[in-house]
RNA sequence: GGAGAGGUGGCCGAGUGGCUUAAGGCAACGGUUUGCUAAACCGUCGUAGGGGUAACACUCUACCGGGGGUUCGAAUCCCCCCUUCUCCGCCA
C-alpha cells in the first residue's frame, strides 16, 4: 500500500507507474473522492465536538436534578446528521480504500523500463554450461529411473501435480533440508515452520489480495487459502507489530509447499516441472531498516546464489525490467538456473525488496529509540530456492553416459546415495 | 460439533449508561539529589486521521478484540463475527 498522502502529492507519478508496470488502475476518481472526503471529515468532527460538548452540559443539568428535554430534542437532529456524514463518509472511503489498495507499489529509480522480459537486464553469469552425453530432459530421465510418475500425479490430483518415488523423493527431501541447514548455519536465519493455510488479512498484508485472487487455492467453507509462497506466513509473522530497531535486520527462513492455481498460463512451459500447481521452496524474509534494504537485498541475492554455487549449477542473475517487476515489488533480481537438457534458463529464486509498502499493509513497525515514533519498516524476500525447477536441472546437469544420475556433492550425505541408478 | 468463562494502553489491572477527558501500578525515557550504582522525588510517556505551521507548537475527531445497532450520550446495553482458556464429543 501507498502512503495516501504520497499519492495524493504525486498523483502523475503514481499514474506514470502503474504504466510502467503495466498494471490497470484507474485513478481518474481519486482526487475528487480524497477532496470529498476531507471536506465530509471536517464537517462531522465539527458536529461530533459540539455533540461532545452538549452531552457534557446534559450531564450536569441532570445532576443537578435539572430539566435537560430542548437539549436533547437539539441533539436528535444533530445525531441524524452525524449518522447520515459518517455512513457517506464510510462509502467514500472504502471507494478510496478499493482504489489505493490496487495500486501497485512504486518502482526502484534502478529499474530499467520494459515491457517484456525481452528487456530484463543480465546482471553476470557463474558457471559453465554442461553438455549432456546425450540429449535428455528431466522428463525423459525422470521417466527412465522411474523416480517420478506424472500420469499417477494427474490421476490423483489433476495435470500439474506429480508423485516422486524412492531415490526420487529423498532428493526432493535431501534438497529442502540442505537448503535450511545451508540458510540457519551460514547465513544466519532462523528457520520457521509456517500454517499453509492463511486468512485473507495474511493474504493483503502481503499483496495477494485484493489483485491475485483468483490465482490461489481457496477453501470457501474456512475462508482460508492455500500459501502460494512462505513469504506469506513468514512476513505475516510479524504482522502488527513493532520490532526492535537491534533485532534489525531480522531474517527467518522457512520450507513451505507453494500452491499456485495459474490460471490462464496453460500453453506455456507447462511440460514436467515447469510449471505446476503444487511446488517446494525454502523461502528467505528479511525485516530491515528503510537505510538498510537495498544493501540487505544484495546479501539476499547472493545467499541465494550460494545455494546454486554448493550444488554447482550454472545460472544468471537478471534484474526485471518494469513489466515484469510484481505488484508488490520495487525491485527484483531473478535466478535463472542452466537447463541442459531444455537448453534454456529456468527461474528459480526471485528476490525482491517491498520497501515499505508491505510493512504498511500489514502494520509492520519499528522503533528507533523506545521514545521516538514508530516506522514502517523494509521486507525483503528471495526463494533459497524453488526445488521443482532445481531439481530438473540436476537430473539434466549430472547426466551420466548410462542413463545414471549422479548427487551433488553437497546433498550426497543429505540424500545416503551417490547416484541414481536404472 | 456442543457447553461455559474471558479479550481494556508496551505489560499488569480497575471500571454495569454521564464524577472516565480510561483510575492505579509496573516498565521505559528525561531531570533533581547522590563519591559510583541503587533508592527516592519531579516530569514525560499510545495509534490513526483532520485542521494548522516553513517546521515545531497548538487544536479537533476516532480508537477498550473486529463490525453493526440502541441512546442526547456506550469500555459499560443488544446483535453478528474473530480469538484465547476449560470441559465434553469426534479424530491422525
Given at each position: 500500500m501507498l502512503d495516501i498522502k504520497f499519492i495524493r502529492e504525486n498523483l502523475e507519478l503514481?499514474?506514470?507507474?502503474?504504466?510502467l508496470k503495466n498494471e490497470?488502475?484507474?485513478?481518474?476518481?481519486?482526487?475528487?473522492l480524497e477532496e470529498t472526503r476531507r471536506k465530509i471529515i471536517q464537517e462531522v468532527e465539527q458536529l461530533k465536538n459540539e455533540r461532545n460538548q452538549v452531552t457534557r452540559e446534559i450531564a450536569n443539568l441532570k445532576k443537578d436534578g435539572k430539566d435537560a428535554t430542548s437539549l436533547i430534542d437539539n441533539m436528535k437532529n444533530v445525531s441524524d446528521?452525524?449518522?447520515?456524514?459518517?455512513?457517506?463518509?464510510?462509502n467514500i472511503e472504502s471507494e478510496i480504500y478499493s482504489i489505493t489498495t490496487k495500486l501497485p507499489n512504486m518502482l526502484s529509480e534502478k529499474v530499467p523500463a520494459g515491457k517484456s522480459e525481452e528487456e530484463n537486464v543480465i546482471i553476470r553469469y557463474w558457471g559453465d554450461k554442461k553438455s549432456q552425453p546425450f540429449k535428455a530432459n528431466h522428463i525423459e530421465i525422470s521417466k527412465k529411473l522411474g523416480i517420478i510418475d506424472f500420469e499417477r500425479g494427474a490421476k490423483v490430483s489433476g495435470s500439474g501435480f506429480s508423485f516422486y518415488i524412492g531415490k526420487g523423493a529423498s532428493l526432493e527431501r535431501a534438497l529442502i533440508q540442505f537448503m535450511i541447514d545451508y540458510h540457519t548455519q551460514k547465513h544466519n536465519y532462523t528457520e520457521i515452520w509456517s500454517p499453509f493455510m492463511v486468512n485473507s488479512a495474511s493474504m493483503f498484508g502481503?499483496?495477494?489480495?485484493?489483485?491475485?485472487?483468483?490465482?490461489?487455492?481457496?477453501?470457501?467453507?474456512?475462508?482460508?487459502?492455500?500459501i502460494p509462497?512462505?513469504?506469506?506466513?513468514?512476513?505475516?509473522?510479524?504482522?502488527?507489530?513493532?520490532?526492535?530497531?537491534?533485532?534489525?535486520?531480522?531474517?527467518?527462513?522457512?520450507?513451505?509447499?507453494?500452491?499456485?492455481?495459474?490460471?490462464?498460463?496453460?500453453?506455456k512451459e507447462v511440460h514436467g516441472f515447469l510449471r505446476v500447481h503444487q511446488f517446494n521452496k525454502v523461502e528467505m524474509v528479511n525485516f530491515s531498516t528503510p537505510?538498510?534494504?537495498?544493501?540487505?537485498?544484495?546479501?539476499?541475492?547472493?545467499?541465494?546464489?550460494?545455494?546454486?554455487?554448493?550444488?554447482?549449477?550454472?545460472?544468471?542473475?537478471?534484474?526485471?525490467?518494469?513489466?515484469?517487476?510484481?505488484?508488490?515489488?520495487?525491485?527484483?533480481?531473478?535466478?535463472?538456473?542452466?537447463?541442459?537438457g531444455e537448453e534454456k534458463w529456468l527461474e528459480v529464486s526471485s528476490c525482491s525488496n517491498f520497501l515499505d509498502f508491505q510493512a504498511r499493509r500489514a502494520n509492520i513497525k519499528f522503533k528507533r529509540t523506545p521514545n521516538s515514533k514508530p516506522e514502517f519498516v523494509h521486507t525483503l524476500n528471495g526463494s533459497g530456492v524453488a526445488t521443482s525447477r532445481l531439481y530438473a536441472?540436476?537430473?539434466?546437469?549430472?547426466?551420466?553416459?548410462?542413463?545414471?544420475?549422479?548427487?551433488?556433492?553437497?546433498?550426497?550425505?543429505?540424500?545416503?546415495?551417490?547416484?541414481?541408478?536404472?
Open positions: 503514481v499514474k506514470r507507474n502503474i504504466e490497470k488502475a484507474d485513478l481518474s476518481n481519486f482526487s475528487n446528521k452525524i449518522k447520515e456524514l459518517d455512513d457517506e463518509l464510510r502481503t499483496g495477494q489480495l485484493p489483485k491475485m485472487a483468483d490465482d490461489m487455492y481457496y477453501s470457501n467453507a474456512d475462508d482460508m487459502y492455500l509462497t512462505a513469504e506469506v506466513p513468514l512476513t505475516n509473522f510479524h504482522r502488527d507489530d513493532t520490532l526492535k530497531i537491534e533485532d534489525l535486520p531480522k531474517k527467518i527462513c522457512g520450507y513451505s509447499p507453494c500452491f499456485r492455481r495459474e490460471s490462464g498460463s496453460y500453453g537505510e538498510n534494504s537495498y544493501n540487505q537485498l544484495d546479501i539476499l541475492v547472493s545467499e541465494a546464489e550460494d545455494i546454486l554455487k554448493a550444488l554447482e549449477i550454472p545460472y544468471r542473475v537478471v534484474l526485471l525490467c518494469s513489466a515484469d517487476t510484481s505488484f508488490s515489488s520495487a525491485i527484483t533480481y531473478d535466478l535463472e538456473i542452466w537447463s541442459a536441472a540436476i537430473l539434466e546437469n549430472y547426466l551420466q553416459n548410462d542413463g545414471s544420475v549422479l548427487i551433488p556433492n553437497a546433498l550426497k550425505s543429505y540424500c545416503g546415495f551417490d547416484s541414481i541408478n536404472l
